[in-house]
DNA sequence: CACGATAGCGTAGGTGATACGCATAAAAGC
DNA sequence: GCTTTTATGCGTATCACCTACGCTATCGTG
């Protein structure tokens, strides 16, 4: 059997044989709730190794012994962020794509920092491995071959994931200076853009879909999610359509 | 008129009166050329303000007087490092929007680190805001009203630049440890996945979707890219549908 | 030619990650 | 119970970076 790496094992909290030795008095899933605990309280700016280990009551070095590196904190914290999947209805796999992506969509949004760490790699820890299962099962009684389901899945999470950190940035811009974020983005479109040079966006402009509060809009930005979507789902129909008609 | 913030106008060069006073030997368009070279040489981690600095023949703080601070550096270097949109062939939108994707995709491509760094915010820059008339242009003969356009457009940016930052991650770690990293994931996947817990992520991994070289493969990436785009496409066809016919 | 505004930049402070090595605690073996 | 073994806790020290501040050099203007 293949030897894992030691930064896979650690997601599923592995532990070989730790009988001899001084007992630890911190494991990797207690640092990873802390930092967790800190980014949501300050954001992910905060969680630095000291802030940390204070936290904890150790001293900073002391997580060195359970985390190989700040960079591998964060990737448990990615995991270690995310509800379990909900269990979807059965039967048609357009409303248990919805409601999967709806419940990953709530759990991102009750970590704001999720949007801002880079994801290493394909999904690994055990919630993610979990979420992407979940949302797997919704093809279940499709035709698609097995590949396809994965592309589709994948394809939905990047989306989503993207969706997320436009969100968060706008309500960060929104958050940082709330009256004049919209009224600056609108103002700077019709200074900027020529109509001349750019007649389609001119076109939108002066339509005033930047205008005053119709950018940020908390309503909107669930309108939007929505809009975008349903443009996959659609698209994952016409996919299934096409594709049971030949 | 709504006073702009120095951020919003630097970005696209404007310069008030600097008439009195020594004349720059430095503009923050050479700064962000500069910085767009070492990251494209070295990654992003070897931008720091003293590298870019150096670069130039300059001292490092000599960089502040033209540039805030190292994120508004990062900001401009995500205008300045994007290609001028290309001319879309006119007609079927379509194909207009699928020329439009390959296009951002391949002007990404240029600058592997485009991935890393976060986006502060809706489209501002020259470039960007080019590169978003562009994509609207495409849509201009739908029946689509402007707010829908900027959804679709928006939407599909985000998804691209998803599908970028995955694609990126991929190979870094293919980079980093080419034979090993397919056969990784798949040895991990199999020893985690349990087909009582995940029972659709084990049908997948039986049926060999993440063996060997499937995972990584130059050809798979592209086919993944088209897969998802076109899905995304087909729900635009669908939504045009719906539309029209009702 | 003196003045004032602006650019260049040296110094220094602060923050944060992390290598290294020793002290310490706990199990294993006698 | 005492020694040996092994892993943990963590103090110290280093290194890399960002950036505030203020001085000096330079150039247009009157």
């Not at 150790?58 to 509800?83: F, P």
């Not at 994931?161 to 009224?183: D, K, M, Q, T, W």
């Not at 909107?220 to 996959?232: K, S, T, V, W």
């Amino acid at each position: 059997m293949t030897e894992l790496p030691p930064e896979i094992t650690l997601l599923w909290g592995v532990r070989e044989t730790p009988r001899r030795g001084r007992k630890p008095s911190l494991t990797a899933a207690d640092i990873t709730r802390a930092a967790i605990a800190v980014a949501d309280a300050e954001g992910l700016a905060a969680v630095s190794m000291a802030r940390v280990a204070a936290e904890l009551g150790n001293a900073t070095m002391a997580l060195y012994r359970h985390v190989k590196s700040k960079d591998e904190l964060l990737a448990l914290m990615t995991d270690g962020a995310l509800d379990p999947p909900p269990v979807l209805p059965g039967g048609d796999w357009r409303i248990g794509l919805t409601t999967w992506s709806e419940a990953i969509m709530a759990s991102f949004q009750k970590h704001p920092w999720y949007a801002q760490v880079t994801i290493s790699g394909p999904p690994i820890g055990p919630n993610n491995l979990a979420w992407f299962d979940r949302g797997l099962s919704a093809l279940e009684d499709t035709p698609l071959e097995e590949g396809e389901k994965v592309g589709i899945v994948m394809g939905l999470i990047t989306y989503l994931h993207g969706e997320l950190r436009l969100s968060f940035e706008l309500a960060e811009g929104y958050r940082e200076n709330p009256e004049a974020f919209s009224r600056v983005y609108a103002a700077a479109l019709r200074r900027f853009v020529d109509p001349r040079e750019m007649p389609a966006l001119a076109k939108v402009v002066d339509a005033g879909v930047f205008d005053y509060d119709t950018l940020y809009d908390e309503q909107d930005l669930g309108a939007d999610f929505n809009f975008g979507l349903n443009l996959y789902l659609d698209g994952i129909a016409a996919y299934l359509d096409r594709r049971s008609s030949t």
